[in-house]
């Protein structure tokens, strides 16, 4: 791994965070996001891959992507409609109780793992793509108040369909603008490796 490859790509990711907390109510959201669980778990484990798992995905993310579906910023009927008639208020509500929740993960590939897992933790400097680790964490666990959502034991099917978005340009580019130019770098078997490897990471 290029050590300081990884070091540029954490401070770009630092820079573009911020230290938004969310002012949710944990609790107030379990009865509130009781229509979002039959699609994304009653824990917030999704039993559907084309449906993300919201369980530790980061209260204030949540909140974001909550208010783009609100905004017709992200395409999606279904969401579009979930998200009309909430406030910030519930937003934040149910944000803060899904993040609560523990992610029970799946099972990676064993055919594409190891190629997943080299670039999500070492990148490709030839290619311009950073580490995916210096801005969602080692482990996969995200960065809370940057905006960087939890990514372990996500359904491999619905990270592609996001990183397809993100290089499609239908999807908004998320914090400090990067995900577009770094999805639009991956080829069709590093998004395959890739999200191969976070569905089994722990």
């Not at 990711?13 to 969310?22: D, E, K």
Request: aromatic residues 6%; proline residues 6%.
């Amino acid at each position: 791994m290029n050590r300081s490859w990884v070091f540029a790509a954490v401070i770009s990711c630092v820079c573009a965070s911020n230290t938004a907390v969310s002012a949710g109510n944990a609790q107030n959201g379990a009865a509130k996001s009781a229509v979002c669980q039959a699609c994304h778990g009653a824990n917030g484990n999704s039993a559907n891959p084309q449906w993300p798992s919201l369980a530790g995905l980061g209260g204030d993310y949540i909140v974001e992507q909550l208010q783009n579906f609100k905004d017709g910023k992200r395409a999606n009927p279904i969401m579009l409609g979930m998200a009309a008639g909430l406030s910030t208020q519930d937003m934040q509500d149910v944000g803060a109780y899904f993040d609560s929740q523990v992610n029970i993960g799946l099972e990676a590939d064993p055919t594409y793992r190891s190629a997943g897992e080299k670039l999500y933790r070492g990148g490709d400097k030839a290619r311009g793509i950073p580490a995916c680790m210096a801005c969602h964490g080692p482990t996969g666990a995200g960065n809370e108040p940057a905006k960087f959502p939890s990514l372990h034991g996500q359904h491999a099917v619905y990270v592609t369909e996001q990183l397809n978005a993100y290089a499609a340009g239908t999807r908004p580019p998320g914090p400090g603008g990067i995900m577009p130019a770094i999805a639009k770098r991956l080829s069709a078997d590093d998004i395959r490796d890739l999200t191969a490897y976070l569905e089994g990471l722990r």
